[in-house]
């Protein structure tokens, strides 16, 4: 096929019916490109514009959820949230994918436009025995490179992470953990950690805590209505169970577990200082593996590994927790820029690390 031929691009700024269904048999569907995700970037002044590419036959080949930001007058900042969605490995199909986007970030007046799709560039820990790269993500740097493509000096997602297959039984998802994290799971039931499923009833709590956690550990979060808005959209729709551990009848920590297109992923934490020494981190993680495979899930995303795999790296005590928890470790490209109108681009990268931090402060 010549998909150059063949494929018919379709832009929609609402949601296309069965969006979530239809894009969840994409290669690299993600939690960020549902239309939950768009509604609830909607509310902080985002515009949805969802992108589909389909064969004669109505199949879908492709498809790209993408958020636009006016920056000023009539110019946009573009932004594919863990997107495109596509078969990375059929060549023709990803260069036209990434000149389509080109080609419609000119109509529209996008100063650039931002993508970070999840295909990994290799499995392991780069530059060790052990590591196994990805064809098609080193592809996709050399075309990246070639098309005129810029490492982005704003990363909004995490490049590494570290999954869990989920496809054994629970003892082995057990046994593959190290020793010392086993003990620990062990050791906070014993106790008297327990986890309980959440309720909407629960995200003030939820929120408070996370507040709490952000302010301890020393990283920006939005305010309160982004994160409600949020997750009750995602917990309406049956993509969210929220993960409460609790010491005779109290919050000590919680996980906000997204599931979707049969993988789930850790994207939102919080925990106090109370009863830390019981463990329940370890617990909740263990109850989240298990309630992810209960609905489903064959991988499970921790979100979030260092960028340089070494003990100086910020991420490295979080990255040993993961690890201990069973998962191998997955690199990916990144976010890349496509500068379609260059000096602007210049410009606007200049503001950028203000810009993210100011959205993020936002009420919505």
Same mark, same amino acid.
Not at 299 to 306: E, H, S, T, V
């Given at each position: 096929?010549?998909?150059?031929?063949?494929?018919?691009?379709? #832009?929609?700024?609402?949601?296309?019916?069965?969006?979530?269904?239809?894009? *969840?048999?994409?290669?690299?569907?993600?939690? /960020?490109?549902?239309?939950?995700? #768009?509604?609830?970037?909607?509310?902080?002044?985002?515009?949805a514009l969802f992108l589909q590419w389909r064969q004669p036959d109505q199949e879908l080949a492709a498809? *790209? /959820?993408?958020?636009?930001?006016?920056?000023?007058?009539?110019?946009?900042?573009?932004?594919?949230?863990?997107? &495109?969605?596509?078969?990375? %490995?059929?060549?023709?199909?990803? %260069?036209?994918?990434?000149? %389509?986007?080109?080609?419609?970030g000119k109509q529209h007046h996008a100063v650039f436009i931002k993508i970070d799709p999840d295909v990994p560039t290799g499995i392991g820990v780069p530059g060790s025995e052990n590591f196994v790269e990805n064809p098609a993500g080193m592809g996709l740097l050399e075309a990246y490179q070639k098309g005129g493509w810029r490492f982005s000096p704003q990363q909004i997602q995490f490049a590494n992470s570290v999954w869990i297959d989920l496809t054994p039984d629970e003892d082995e998802l057990l046994a593959n953990m190290k020793q010392r994290t086993r003990y620990k799971v062990r050791l906070a039931e014993k106790k008297g950690v327990s986890v309980r499923t959440g309720t909407p009833s629960d995200f003030e709590l939820l929120y408070t805590v996370y507040a709490e956690t952000a302010a301890r550990d020393e990283f920006i979060i939005r305010e309160k209505p982004?994160?409600?808005?949020?997750?009750?959209?995602?917990?309406?729709? %049956?993509?969210?169970?929220?993960?409460?551990?609790?010491?005779?009848?109290?919050?000590?920590? #919680?996980?906000? /577990?997204?599931?979707? *297109?049969?993988?789930?992923?850790?994207?939102?934490?919080m925990s106090r200082d109370l009863h830390r020494e019981k463990m329940p981190n370890y617990l909740l993680q263990w109850e989240a593996m298990r309630t992810a495979k209960a609905h489903g899930a064959l991988l499970y995303d921790l979100w979030g *590994? &260092?960028?340089?795999?070494?003990?100086?790296?910020?991420?490295?005590?979080?990255?040993?927790?993961?690890?201990?928890?069973?998962?191998?470790?997955?690199?990916?490209?990144? #976010?890349?820029? /496509? &500068?379609?109108?260059? &000096?602007?681009y210049q410009l606007f990268v200049q503001a950028l690390p203000a810009f993210i931090k100011l959205l993020k402060r936002r009420k919505h």
């Amino acid at each position: 096929m010549n998909p150059n031929i063949d494929l018919k691009l379709e #832009a929609s700024e609402t949601p296309p019916a069965n969006w979530n269904e239809a894009v *969840a048999h994409l290669p690299g569907a993600s939690i /960020l490109q549902t239309s939950q995700w #768009a509604e609830g970037k909607s509310e902080g002044g985002w515009r949805a514009l969802f992108l589909q590419w389909r064969q004669p036959d109505q199949e879908l080949a492709a498809a *790209a /959820l993408v958020l636009r930001r006016k920056i000023a007058l009539n110019f946009d900042f573009w932004y594919v949230p863990r997107g &495109p969605l596509l078969d990375w %490995d059929r060549l023709e199909l990803r %260069d036209l994918v990434l000149k %389509d986007l080109e080609k419609l970030g000119k109509q529209h007046h996008a100063v650039f436009i931002k993508i970070d799709p999840d295909v990994p560039t290799g499995i392991g820990v780069p530059g060790s025995e052990n590591f196994v790269e990805n064809p098609a993500g080193m592809g996709l740097l050399e075309a990246y490179q070639k098309g005129g493509w810029r490492f982005s000096p704003q990363q909004i997602q995490f490049a590494n992470s570290v999954w869990i297959d989920l496809t054994p039984d629970e003892d082995e998802l057990l046994a593959n953990m190290k020793q010392r994290t086993r003990y620990k799971v062990r050791l906070a039931e014993k106790k008297g950690v327990s986890v309980r499923t959440g309720t909407p009833s629960d995200f003030e709590l939820l929120y408070t805590v996370y507040a709490e956690t952000a302010a301890r550990d020393e990283f920006i979060i939005r305010e309160k209505p982004y994160y409600l808005d949020l997750w009750q959209r995602f917990f309406a729709a %049956d993509m969210l169970t929220p993960l409460i551990a609790e010491v005779e009848g109290e919050m000590v920590g #919680a996980i906000m /577990l997204f599931t979707y *297109a049969r993988k789930s992923w850790y994207i939102y934490g919080m925990s106090r200082d109370l009863h830390r020494e019981k463990m329940p981190n370890y617990l909740l993680q263990w109850e989240a593996m298990r309630t992810a495979k209960a609905h489903g899930a064959l991988l499970y995303d921790l979100w979030g *590994a &260092p960028d340089v795999f070494d003990e100086s790296d910020r991420m490295w005590g979080v990255y040993q927790f993961k690890r201990g928890l069973g998962g191998y470790e997955v690199s990916s490209p990144g #976010a890349w820029d /496509l &500068p379609v109108i260059k &000096p602007l681009y210049q410009l606007f990268v200049q503001a950028l690390p203000a810009f993210i931090k100011l959205l993020k402060r936002r009420k919505h």
